[in-house]
């Protein structure tokens, strides 16, 4: 099974033009993330990421909204 998270860009680094790097907080986690795939985007947007790399631009509300379904996954209990 394969998981996309959302996480909001903090700051952009273009030391390498090819590949743009943006360091990405994942609801107080934060990690440096490839935005090779991304080049429009922009600190504050949101983004989801696979493998790290940034695979698509979505708006707040629907970062949230998966932010929240995480969350809730946490307090499933399979038994």
Same mark, same amino acid.
């Given at each position: 099974m394969c998981l996309a998270v959302p996480g909001q860009i903090?700051?952009?680094?273009?030391e390498d033009e090819l590949s743009p790097?943006?360091?990405?907080?994942?609801?107080?986690?934060q990690k440096n993330i490839s935005l090779a795939y991304?080049?429009?985007a922009s600190i504050n947007d949101y983004?989801?990421?696979h493998a790290g790399f940034a695979i698509a631009i979505?708006?707040?509300?629907?970062?949230?909204?998966? $932010? &929240?379904? *995480? #969350?809730? $996954? &946490?307090? *499933? #209990?399979?038994?």
């Open positions: 903090l700051s952009i680094s273009n790097m943006g360091n990405i907080n994942f609801s107080g986690i991304l080049p429009e983004v989801i990421v979505i708006d707040e509300q629907e970062a949230q909204e998966s $932010l &929240k379904a *995480f #969350d809730e $996954l &946490k307090d *499933f #209990d399979n038994s």
